[in-house]
């Protein structure tokens, strides 16, 4: 065990069941541990550095920013904050955007506007919010029990009242209790990510909406895992062909600096004023800055060759031995192997690919922009560890 693993565990928390690694380098989709050992990225900090580790671009962004102004209050205009702003209502055709540091804090703020929204327009009482079974939306107390898994809730009670959960896919489940329910908003992922990596039925999700916007229910989509081109659309509800009230996104967005938004249609563009939500670190210069270098790159071209390296994995895994089914979309890519996922995942990590897993998959989320080249050896590694697994 190195001194920094010793000091880790002596000193923090024990939160992370960490692997025996430690990793100090890295450029684009290799990092190197300690020992010098190199590894091909294909988790990508669960879905962080959206263009590989070091990215030229992301770092003048953020150093250029970083000598300038590496933080002010919201009490004042900054630059980063108003462009990234503008870009994401541009690229969506949202309208406003409230920013935080996290996927669970933009999911905060959407519970917040929904509620606020619903007691304006039709009382106090309005306040449930609707998810899915097998969801997860964040490890606050409030995030928590919007999370659809009860295993996440056992320790915390009691947990943030109003929140009900029906199984994906049903969608006269949903709807029967959306209406025995004074019921303020519908929030859904449309890949569940920790869930397993499960999409959605295209019906199921058109039929969310189109229901959501006959009661006047905000529909949430939380978009925190499977934004800005993971999917291969900038946004995956944009695979559905629907246009939510309220979007929730961070992971990729900073491409490694923290940072989350809520981007607000005109519906409820006006709910929250001056003073109703706020957040110390929000809008910071630096992340912003980041986020911009990211997001400008993310263009139709881009979303293409995401496709592309997503049709390779599906092509080359999907009849392969050892697996038994692959899901998910773009590069959010979950693996069912016939072997334990830690057991394929742990031999990945041996022979220099670093993965990921997600309930009984394996989980690739490698970097948006990963050479192909350093894609089809990480495939071809996976692929061959399942073909012996299975032996």
């Known amino acids: 065990m190195s001194s920094i693993q010793s000091i880790d565990k002596l000193f923090v928390a024990n939160t992370y069941n960490r692997f025996p690694v430690e990793i100090i380098s890295g450029k684009g989709s290799v990092v190197k541990d300690v020992d010098g050992k190199e590894y091909i990225d294909m988790g990508s900090g669960i879905g962080v550095t959206s263009f590989g580790i ?206 989350g938004a809520a981007l607000l249609n005109e519906k409820v563009e006006a709910v929250l004023g001056f003073g109703d939500h706020g957040s110390t670190f929000g809008g910071n210069p630096v992340s912003c800055a980041g986020a911009l270098s990211i997001l400008k790159r993310i263009d139709d071209k881009f979303l293409s060759d995401v496709k592309e390296k997503s049709k390779y994995i599906f092509e080359t895994l999907s009849d392969a031995k050892g697996i038994e089914s692959v899901t998910g979309a773009g590069l959010m890519v979950g693996i069912k192997t016939a072997a334990p996922a830690g057991d394929v995942v742990k031999k990945c990590m041996d022979r220099g690919v670093l993965c990921l897993t997600a309930k009984d998959k394996v989980r690739l989320l490698p970097a948006l922009n990963i050479p192909f080249d350093l894609l089809r050896k990480a495939i071809e590694i996976i692929k061959e560890i399942c073909v012996e697994e299975e032996k």
């Open 54 to 259: 070091a990215d030229d671009e992301w770092t003048a962004a953020a150093v250029t920013q970083l000598t300038k102004l590496q933080h002010m209050s919201n009490l004042y205009y900054t630059e980063p904050c108003s462009l990234l702003a503008k870009m994401l209502c541009e690229k969506t055709g949202m309208k406003k955007v409230f920013f935080g540091n996290s996927g669970a804090e933009a999911n905060e703020c959407a519970i917040k506007a929904a509620r606020k929204y619903a007691a304006d327009k039709k009382g106090a009482d309005y306040s449930t919010i609707i998810t899915l079974e097998n969801s997860f939306h964040g490890r606050t107390l409030t995030t928590l029990a919007a999370t659809g898994q009860e295993h996440y809730h056992e320790l915390f009670q009691p947990l943030t009242p109003g929140f009900l959960h029906t199984p994906a896919n049903d969608i006269e489940s949903l709807k029967r209790l959306a209406l025995e329910n004074k019921t303020a908003a519908i929030m859904i992922e449309c890949i569940q990510g920790e869930g397993g990596v499960v999409p959605l039925e295209e019906d199921f999700v058109k039929s969310v909406f189109e229901f959501a916007q006959q009661e006047d229910i905000i529909l949430i989509v939380d978009e925190v895992q499977t934004g800005n081109g993971r999917t291969g659309s900038l946004y995956s509800y944009m695979n559905y062909g629907i246009s939510p009230d309220i979007v929730t996104t961070a992971k990729g967005l900073g491409g490694g600096l923290p940072i």
